[in-house]
């Protein structure tokens, strides 16, 4: 099972090279797109084809796969509408009327509002220092950050051991998360990506307790540090297919800021999160 795991996972990494803005990963997705624009055309109803081939780059939003959706067309019963939004169920319980005041007769309504992707912890309210929440952070950074993805600081400046001492909580310490900001990746396997924050946590909490030998640690990491990781980040995710342009719970619509995703492959997360030596550096710990 551990081979089979490891070869599914190298399998899946392989195709990261296409979600890349680089010649041969501009080849592989025109190539890819091309296929999935055939299928599309000779499974689906000739009516609904305008509405079900994307028109934006492969990968600039998640892939849905197809169970049988696009053959269901041509069926009687079926009828695809494209609308701006729902305004109401008629008392029937069977009746929608959309935003263009057309009624539709269903036999299920399925309300598919999706996730808030950008506001994570969201109803959750997380105060640090100064009462300043965590979400009211994110929006003054143009959206949610992190160091390595699973721990947050309030950016007000560099932090010493002396500085941490002194007062009883600075930012947000000891603040650990899983699927954190800019965790997620691209085509890989996500719980993998949180076993991977999992270690590194627990790294993280074993050498800060070996460093001081005493209950109590507080840990986190310095600003600048954070500010540095995280401009690298958004680096690098340009050069991803990703785009702001295009409309996807990956991006902070208001900032453009992609705030999810992990700019390079599950291996090198892995190795990250798991193998690297931790830079200590980059941390204040204290009692």
Not at 1 to 15: C, I, N, S
Not at 77 to 94: I, S, W
Not at 135 to 160: F, H, K, L, N, P
Not at 171 to 199: A, D, K, M, Q, R
Request: hydrophobic residues 40%; aromatic residues 12%; negative net charge.
């Amino acid at each position: 099972m551990w081979v089979y795991r490891l070869w599914t996972a190298w399998q899946l990494d392989r195709a990261f090279f296409m979600f890349r803005k680089t010649a041969v990963g501009d080849k592989a997705r025109g190539q890819t797109a091309e296929a999935l624009r055939a299928y599309i055309t000779s499974t689906a109803s000739p009516e609904y084809q305008d509405i079900l081939v994307p028109t934006y780059d492969f990968g600039a939003k998640r892939p849905v796969m197809d169970h049988g959706y696009l053959a269901s067309t041509f069926r009687d019963n079926f009828e695809l509408v494209k609308c701006d939004g729902l305004v109401r169920v008629e008392h029937d319980g069977r009746t929608i009327v959309d935003a263009a005041g057309h009624s539709h007769y269903t036999d299920i309504v399925v309300l598919a509002n999706g996730f808030a992707t950008q506001d994570l912890l969201t109803p959750m309210i997380v105060r640090g220092r100064g009462s300043k929440s965590l979400q009211e952070q994110w929006q003054s950074m143009g959206g949610s950050e992190a160091y390595m993805g699973c721990v947050i600081i309030d950016r007000i400046g560099d932090a010493t051991a002396d500085t941490l001492r002194s007062v009883s909580v600075h930012g947000f310490p000891n603040l650990f998360l899983l699927t954190g900001p800019n965790t997620l990746p691209t085509g890989n396997s996500t719980l993998h990506g949180i076993e991977c924050s999992v270690i590194y946590i627990t790294r993280l909490l074993k050498g800060a307790w070996a460093a001081l030998a005493v209950d109590g640690v507080i840990i986190e990491p310095d600003a600048s540090e954070q500010a540095t990781y995280n401009e690298k980040l958004q680096q690098d995710m340009q050069q991803l297919v990703y785009s702001s342009a295009v409309s996807t719970w990956y991006i902070n619509k208001e900032t453009g800021k992609n705030t999810l995703i992990w700019p390079g492959t599950q291996f090198s997360f892995w190795w990250s999160r798991c193998v690297s030596a931790i830079r200590w550096q980059a941390w204040g710990i204290a009692t």
